[in-house]
C-alpha cells in the first residue's frame, strides 16, 4: 500500500535561519506531489506542485523553494526564514494524471519561526 | 476558473443531530467532488467522493453528501452528530483535464463544532 511520510512533525527555527522539510512516498511510481501551507488551522494555499523529477511548479511568490530530486521525494526549503513563514505544511502525493483519484496527505509540520 | 465555495466558517449542532456542510462549486465540464475532513495538528483525511453515477455518495464515519449538478452543490451530511465529528471539514473540485486545470481546488473550510 501507498504511505506518505512528512518530517519533522514540528520545528522552531529563528528568523534568518535556513529550512529544510522533507516528504517521500512509497509504494507508487511517478507521482504529482504537492506542498500546501496552512495558516491558523484555516485554509489551505498550494505553495508548489511536481509532475516529475526536476519539475517544480511555483503557484505563489514567495520566500520559499521545493525541489524533486528523487521520484518520490519533495524537499522544501528556504535560505532565509521570515516570521510570515509560520504555519502548518502539509505535503500531499496523488496518482499522475488520475483525476478521480484525490489527494493523500502526510500528518504534517508545524513551523514556528521566532 | 475553478473555485469551490464554502459559506459557513463554522457549523454548531448539537450531538444526536442531523448536520449538513454546505459546499458549492464552479468547474468547465463535469466535477470530481471531495471531502476531507482535518483534525487538530494532523493532516487532511479523505471521507468520500463523487466521480459519477448515483448522486448520493457515502463515505467513512456515516457521512455522506449529495451531488446536485443544477445547484451545483456537494453538500455534506450525517443524520446523527457526535461529539468525535468536531473537526474542519474541506470540500474539493478537480476538472477533468491535465495541467494545473487537474489540481484539486480547495474550499477554505468549515469548522464543525458539536456540542453535548
Known amino acids: 500500500s501507498q504511505t506518505i511520510h512528512q518530517w519533522p512533525a514540528t520545528l522552531v527555527q529563528p528568523v534568518g535561519s535556513p529550512l529544510s522539510l522533507e516528504c517521500t512516498v512509497e509504494?507508487?511510481?511517478?507521482?504529482?506531489l504537492y506542498w500546501y501551507r496552512q495558516a491558523a488551522g484555516r485554509g489551505l494555499q498550494l505553495l508548489f506542485y511536481s509532475v516529475g523529477i526536476g519539475q517544480i511548479s511555483s503557484e505563489v511568490p514567495q520566500n520559499l523553494s521545493a525541489s524533486r530530486p528523487q521520484d518520490r521525494q519533495f524537499i522544501l526549503s528556504s535560505k532565509k526564514l521570515l516570521l510570515s513563514d509560520s504555519g502548518f505544511y502539509l505535503c500531499a502525493w496523488s496518482v499522475a494524471g488520475g483525476y478521480s483519484y484525490g489527494y493523500t496527505f502526510g500528518s504534517g509540520t508545524r513551523l514556528t519561526v521566532v | 476558473a475553478q473555485s469551490v465555495a464554502q459559506p459557513e466558517d463554522q457549523v454548531n449542532v448539537a450531538e444526536g443531530n442531523p448536520l449538513t456542510v454546505k459546499c458549492t462549486y464552479s468547474v468547465s465540464g463535469n466535477p470530481y467532488l471531495f471531502w476531507y475532513v482535518q483534525y487538530p495538528n494532523r493532516g487532511l483525511q479523505f471521507l468520500l467522493k463523487y466521480i459519477t453515477g448515483d448522486n448520493l455518495v457515502k463515505g467513512s464515519y456515516g457521512f455522506e453528501a449529495e451531488f446536485n449538478k443544477s445547484q451545483t452543490s456537494f453538500h455534506l451530511k450525517k443524520p446523527s452528530a457526535l461529539v468525535s465529528d468536531s473537526a474542519l471539514y474541506f470540500c474539493?473540485?478537480?476538472?477533468?483535464?491535465?495541467?494545473?486545470?487537474?489540481?484539486?481546488?480547495f474550499g477554505k473550510g468549515t469548522k464543525l463544532s458539536v456540542k453535548p
Open positions: 509504494g507508487t511510481s511517478n507521482p504529482n
Open positions: 474539493a473540485v478537480r476538472g477533468r483535464r491535465g495541467g494545473s486545470q487537474g489540481n484539486l481546488i
